[in-house]
């Protein structure tokens, strides 16, 4: 006891933090109001934090209050089935894909998923062919889905002995790109294969006729949002969604992995958050959301006089496979800044500079996540350090012709064609040793690589390690980005299969 080390007192580091003025542009939702809608009421956690006593109904065999409250969710949702999830969307993934994938089956799933998809592929065996999403060069992001790639791949798979049991999609994207989910509902139909979609960053879509379509009403068999990124409500609250005529679902099967990734101690703080969450936004989608959108527009309409930042905005819609888009993501993009910003820069310029935090920045662009709970002046902050930092790029020596985007920058929306020579799970049970990058070309990976946020692989174990993947993490590497999934926390070295 004597020689323990001192407490580093993560608490007291929170609270300084957030009584300090640095605003947030990212995640949780709630943006730590207290002094607007319903947060202020909410009972003290402390005071509310049970376990399942007689009448508070068990999350996994719920039958009593949480039965009723997740109707209830189901019938604002115009859902079949509403599961509260208290481990985020990661868990809704993860048993999502697990109930409707037979073990060693097949699963089509669109390469630019969040790791959990590929950590349920792994778990349950399974294998993965992949659609890519389109590439939306002028701002070096991925674009959307296209149901055509979709359909090919189902129509290929259908002459095999082992046709994909399910489709599973991430619309929007982190950066708010949406696929066209009712035409690819449309082709998952006609194979009578059900449609996952991970919305984990749409939870907002259904309340608001600013924002796209959710992809619930738009024919997906099972739907996935995480509450806390996008509204009000506590880190780690999400819903799954089963739509009510859907009949390609077995939600016994589906309820059964809910347990296994549910902790059997839900929390009742995030499940009455989550309840709370879902009242408020009821009553509020008319008004609030539409005060929200009108700033929203406000604020872009002001953007849009940038000259080397540019804001990724409803024109793009139409390219590049993007159906639609969330105007609540504003994705900043420097490839215009004639190579003398990098998002990373940018986003290091707001925090330092501006007290700015932003929810992600990739090779090249940075994003912000914006919330009905966001105030009239921390919008005003981020337009007002925007148009200063345009400023000062345009008016810098390098001039270069601002219609053309930086070349080669795409680095964080490239998505190099996947060569999987094992699939994960086998890989992962193989021997390997870690070899420095720059002598890995050639080599099968033995683990993921990818940047966090988003979390998308570049490479997954079993895959083969080519000469563009090493120069892609070279690139991760100079531009200081958060590369995840080594062993080597430095990213200098990669475990190989032996
Ligand atoms: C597309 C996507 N899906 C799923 C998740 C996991 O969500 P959660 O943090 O709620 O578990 C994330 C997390 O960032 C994500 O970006």
Redesign the pocket.
Known sequence: MEDRRPCPRLYRQLDEYCRSDVYPFH?PGHKRRMDVGFTAEFPNPYSIDLTEIDGFDNLHHAEGILRESMDWAASVYGAGRTYY?V???????LAAICAAVPRGGTILMAR??????YHAASLNELNIRYIYPQIAEEFGLQGGLLPQDIEEMLISADETSDPPAAVFI?S???DGVVSDVRGIAGVCRRYSVPLIV????GAHFPFGEMFPASALEMGADIV?Q????TLPAF????LLHVRADSGLIDTGRLEYYLQVFQTSSPSYVLMAGIERCIEYMADKRRGEMQRFAARLADLRGRLRRMERLRLLDRDMIGKAGVYDLDISKLVVSTRYAAGRMSGSELAEILRRSYHLEMEMCGADYVTAITTLMDSREGLARLEAALLEIDGKLSSGPAKADSAVPAPAASASAALPRSQTVLPIYEAQSRPVRAIPFEEAAGCISGEYVYL?????PVVVPGELLTEEIIGLIRLYRERRLPIQGLCDHTAAAIRVLI
Not at 452 to 456: A, D, E, I, L, R
């Open positions: 995640m999830l481990n985020g969307s990661t868990c809704g993934v630019n998923c969040h790791k959990s998809a991430t929007p994207t982190y991970d919305e984990a960053h996935i995480s509450l806390h990124k880190t780690q609250t999400a966090y946020p988003p979390g998308t």
